[in-house]
């Protein structure tokens, strides 16, 4: 079965740091990738997205993350990180077949930042 | 306009109740999708609507789950006979056509606790 893993489920950092949070999808064939955030006390929302073309994918907030399918990979990255950023962030698949948006997310990864 | 919206925000049941946990979609949406989320882990698939049809229900943990959209706007999940292990949160999403490349609006969830 398709499963998406994220390695650190914890991170914490100064502001200003770099960011890379990693995530590995188990499915070989085609895939849809997604990022989403979970500011506290907010709803789950999506941080970008990659469907096909440019491996190296820009989403809100400054945030980028690249495919790399040979790893498997869809790592997020952000260059400098800012105390608004402390949430949880979700990699997530869309399982293969059926014609529509079926997610599998990963486990998750908080991040705090402090100032 | 508004978005997502889940009733109630909160619920606690005594083991063996059965609950009822409401969504309200956007506005003409034709996917709505339910996940469960337990604590520490990502949303889990559960079910999906296409209007009022069910066209995936593969991801309910047992018959005592049922979900039904029979109008194709409001989606309600029933849990029978609640157990401990049904604890989580239960989150709803929609999106404006079936294609797969559309985004997924996440309500913000009904934290469900069996005692």
């Known amino acids: 079965a398709q499963s998406v893993s994220q390695h650190n489920h914890h991170v914490i950092l100064s502001e200003a740091a770099s960011l890379e949070l990693g995530c590995n999808y188990s499915?070989?064939?085609?895939?849809?990738l997604f990022w989403y955030v979970q500011y506290p006390g907010q709803h789950l929302q999506l941080l970008l997205k990659?469907?096909?073309?440019?491996?190296l994918v820009k989403g809100i907030k400054g945030f980028e993350a690249e495919f790399i399918k040979s790893k498997f990979s869809f790592n997020l990255r952000k260059p400098s990180v800012q105390w608004s950023d402390t949430a949880e962030y979700f990699c997530?698949?869309?399982?293969?077949?059926?014609?529509?948006?079926?997610?599998?997310f990963g486990a998750g990864t908080r991040l705090a930042v402090h100032p | 306009g508004a978005g997502v919206s889940q009733s109630p925000r909160y619920k606690v049941a005594k083991r063996g109740q059965d609950v009822a946990l409401r969504c309200d979609p956007i506005?003409?949406?034709?996917?709505l999708f339910w996940y469960q989320q337990a604590l520490g882990q990502g949303p889990e698939f559960l079910t999906y609507?296409?209007?009022?049809?069910?066209?995936?229900k593969s991801g309910l943990p047992s018959d005592r789950f049922f979900a039904e959209r029979p109008e194709g706007s409001v989606s309600t999940l029933k849990i029978q006979r609640t157990q401990q292990e049904d604890s989580a949160v239960y989150l709803c999403?929609?999106?404006?056509?079936?294609?797969?490349?559309?985004?997924?609006?996440f309500g913000p969830g009904t934290r469900l606790t069996v005692l």
């Open positions: 609507f296409q209007n009022e049809a069910q066209l995936d």
């Open positions: 506005s003409g949406h034709v996917s």
């Open positions: 999403a929609s999106s404006l056509t079936s294609a797969i490349n559309n985004e997924q609006f």
């Open positions: 499915y070989g064939g085609t895939v849809n």
């Open positions: 997530a698949v869309n399982a293969p077949g059926g014609g529509y948006n079926k997610l599998i």
């Open positions: 990659y469907f096909s073309g440019d491996p």
